[in-house]
């Protein structure tokens, strides 16, 4: 192949003819003889990894091995050992980390899926301390206006609010994403970190109303979401009792119930109520048997067994699950 | 329907990105099933098979040489390594003797001489290339390949990557989380240097990754501080009508989540004895009514009785044997049935994730690589041995889909490396 390489910039002055650069001997990789998933790297590559081999060796602060790190990532974002050595000289150097934080977002355009960036960004902003955080959450809220369950920009929007604070839209944020596409579990997970965590709303115990009112009318929207109503069974973490207890939860599964339509979840959730204690009525079991659309077999009395039952017929990916499900039934008094 | 209808007409004016997403990924994987449905049972039998050779010819090739594209996984190597030669292992094939020496050799240059692994010669070390540095050498078994493996200087290297709230950094000023924990733990155990100081604090730390979560607490010994029906509830919901994994709630199917989720289940039904008594404690504790407390059986009343008097007494008496935790964990007895479809997981990996030009990859349209072929085929066997009541017992013919000679050698799915290889290392380090 030769003088095809990709991506090669023709303006660029190879290392060994920049002068600035005579006085360094550059330092070949140490693959040995018969290395295994060698790399067909191109001539500018190899070159830049030989001369930052040098630098890196020599432990060499300067601002040439800065901007020798800079070219080294724009080849390989990912080389943790060029990201690391970066942050050293930019310490010894001090350099403007205000600069430092649009090369990251640079390069981040190309690579957002990467965690060196991310964790890089995270330690140029923990540098610039409170004055980032208007930055990080604007940087982190435009990644999400793309792809707005991009795991690392959630995880980096989510330190920015533990570390530097800026909580007051957050909620705010979550409904409009939530209203945007309501199976965004991400916003439903970032909705459950806000209404723990955020000190201007006071902790799950003060939220739990208004978040199942909130909740409820999401799962009436849109009762095959499986995110609303995982999220409704969180607000009640470590509280089993009011979960069992409290009316809105078991009604909402009997209002989907009695729609025969998309009601997976709302039987699955009944189910875990039982589980937890709850005592159905006659018109759960009325609704229940609704759905029973077979005739063979005997009728259980035990609602329980029946819900499993059916759930083995209606979720057959989960036949094996609803199974033993019902083999771990409660003991029924 | 129980499950996701299709959208009324006003839905169907405004889908969500999320459901809009979902059903592309549904037509295409339905239009492979309903394909595969409308052929004869020879045809079909030709669709669902491994495709050995082409996979073989695949992996091989990468291990020989791979184009400049792959410079932006230069700090990969060992990853690129262990996804090639487990596969071809789980693919019940051999390495030759000159490739073998060969990635021994190219290892021991990616060894740091202060201990662990980097992504490549001359790179820093990092716990996640010593992790794919360390199974690849498993995998390749033989004295050689496991005498290479400098354990003192690696436990050395692990010490300083111990963070004080008790999570580990990934490298020298990286970053900590799950992965680093579980990536490090793990190493540690099949070594044999998992010691209380690696140990401590570990569980506290804990976060989002479940597989590596998971593990990483099971070889702690601590897995029953995770709420575990809970967790194998959405474990088991990540299973959907294209019949693979999906990593996330309302996230698209990908081949890899067939290991990541498919073992986080594999791994919690191992559990069942923890799971039963977590289950019985949580009916306890929200039963309003004496009477049926009282009719509680005495199974049910001496379980909760026991688990309430194992958690008080956990910190005192109890400490882990956990230096035979990885060796206890695949000769314990465990369910019969596999609470996952299995069925349904091999079809989406036989029949939606294999290139037919070899390679594995994440859902039709996409590109093969080497991480999904690992990924994909390590899920395959963990499905193909989900039934077998010992570790590595032949499963019947009719528990492997599609011919038999689709079977893949059984793994460790703590470690995923093949069992044979994890027994023999075992055995190496034992007495060291």
Not at chain 2, 279 to 308: K, P
Not at chain 2, 372 to 383: A, D, F, P, Q, T
Request: aromatic content about 10%.
């Amino acid at each position: 192949m030769a003088g095809i390489i990709e991506d090669e910039n023709d303006d660029r002055v190879p290392i060994s003819l920049r002068p600035e650069w005579s006085d360094v001997t550059p330092i070949p990789q140490d693959d040995g003889p018969n290395p295994v998933v060698p790399i067909n790297y191109s001539e500018e590559f190899s070159e830049v990894m030989d001369y930052f081999r040098a630098v890196y060796f020599a432990n060499e602060h300067s601002s040439r091995a800065l901007s020798l790190t800079a070219e080294a990532i724009g080849l390989n974002a990912g080389n943790y050992t060029v990201w690391h050595f970066r942050r050293l000289l930019l310490e010894s150097l001090k350099v403007d980390l205000h600069v430092e934080r649009e090369f990251v977002g640079k390069v981040a355009s190309g690579n957002s899926k990467n965690y060196q960036i991310w964790h890089h960004r995270r330690w140029v902003a923990e540098k610039l301390g409170l004055e980032a955080r208007n930055s990080e959450l604007e940087f982190t809220k435009e990644i999400l206006s793309i792809d707005a369950k991009h795991y690392h920009a959630w995880s980096h929007r989510q330190w920015v609010l533990q570390t530097l604070g800026g909580w007051e839209d957050e909620l705010n944020y979550c409904n409009e994403l939530l209203a945007e596409d309501m199976f965004n579990n991400s916003a439903w997970n970032q909705r459950y970190f806000v209404i723990t965590r955020s000190p201007f709303l006071g902790g799950l115990k003060a939220m739990r109303d208004s978040e199942v009112l909130y909740t409820v009318e999401a799962i009436i929207s849109y009762p095959e979401n499986e995110s609303s109503w995982r999220y409704l069974r969180g607000l009640f973490k470590d509280e089993s009792a009011l979960y069992v207890n409290d009316t809105r939860v078991s009604s909402v599964c009997l209002k989907i119930l009695k729609t025969k339509s998309n009601y997976l979840f709302a039987l699955s959730t009944l189910l875990d109520l039982i589980c937890l204690g709850y005592h159905p009525n006659e018109d759960f079991k009325d609704a229940v048997e609704a759905l029973r659309t077979w005739d063979f077999g005997e009728q259980d009395s035990d609602i329980a067994r029946t819900i499993c039952s059916i759930l083995e017929k209606v979720d057959p990916i989960r036949v094996n699950y609803w199974i033993w499900r019902k083999s771990r039934l409660p003991q029924v008094a | 329907m129980a499950t996701s209808s299709p959208p009324t007409e006003a839905e169907a004016l405004s889908p969500t990105v999320s459901q809009r997403d979902q059903w592309i990924v549904e037509s295409h994987v339905f239009q492979i099933y309903q394909l595969f449905a409308s052929i004869p049972p020879n045809a079909q039998s030709l669709m669902l098979e491994v495709q050995r050779d082409k996979h073989i010819e695949y992996l091989t090739k990468g291990l020989h040489h791979l184009s400049s594209t792959f410079s932006v996984l230069d700090s990969n190597r060992p990853w690129l390594c262990y996804w090639i030669i487990h596969s071809i292992a789980l693919l019940g094939e051999f390495i030759d003797d000159e490739i073998e020496d060969n990635t021994v050799d190219f290892l021991n240059r990616c060894q740091d001489p202060n201990g662990g692994y980097a992504g490549g010669p001359g790179q820093m070390p990092h716990l996640a290339t010593t992790y794919a540095a360390v199974n690849t050498l498993i995998t390749l078994g033989g004295d050689k390949a496991l005498a290479s493996i400098n354990r003192d200087k690696l436990y050395g290297f692990m010490r300083r990557m111990k963070q004080p709230n008790g999570g580990f950094s990934m490298h020298d000023g990286g970053e900590i989380d799950a992965r680093a924990c579980y990536t490090a733990i793990s190493v540690a155990s099949v070594l044999n240097i998992l010691d209380e100081e690696l140990i401590k604090n570990v569980g506290d730390f804990i976060l989002r990754y479940t597989f590596c979560g998971l593990a990483a607490m099971i070889l702690i010994g601590e897995a029953n501080r995770l709420d575990l029906p809970r967790l194998l509830d959405w474990a088991v919901f990540r299973q959907g009508k294209e019949c693979g994994f999906q990593g996330r709630t309302n996230k698209l199917v990908d081949g890899c989540y067939s290991f990541w989720q498919g073992g986080a289940v594999a791994l919690l039904q191992r559990l069942h004895s923890i799971i039963d008594e977590q289950m019985a404690e949580a009916s306890q504790f929200s039963t309003i009514s004496d009477v049926h407390e009282e009719n509680e059986s005495l199974a049910g009343t001496s379980s909760h009785a026991t688990c309430r008097i194992k958690h008080e007494g956990m910190n005192e008496s109890h400490s882990p044997d956990f230096k035979n935790i990885g060796y206890n964990f695949i000769n314990e007895w465990r369910a019969s049935e596999p609470l996952f479809h299995s069925m349904a997981l091999q079809q989406y990996i036989l029949l939606c994730a294999q290139d037919q030009d070899g390679g594995l990859r994440d859902k039709p349209g996409k590109r093969r690589d080497h991480y999904h072929s690992c990924y994909c085929l390590s899920g395959l066997s963990l499905c193909q041995y989900s039934w077998s009541k010992r570790p590595d017992s032949p499963p019947l013919p009719k528990v492997v889909m599609g011919p038999y000679s689709n079977l893949l050698e059984p793994i460790h799915p703590l470690f995923n490396v093949v069992l044979e290889q994890y027994r023999e290392a075992r055995e190496f380090f034992a007495g060291l």
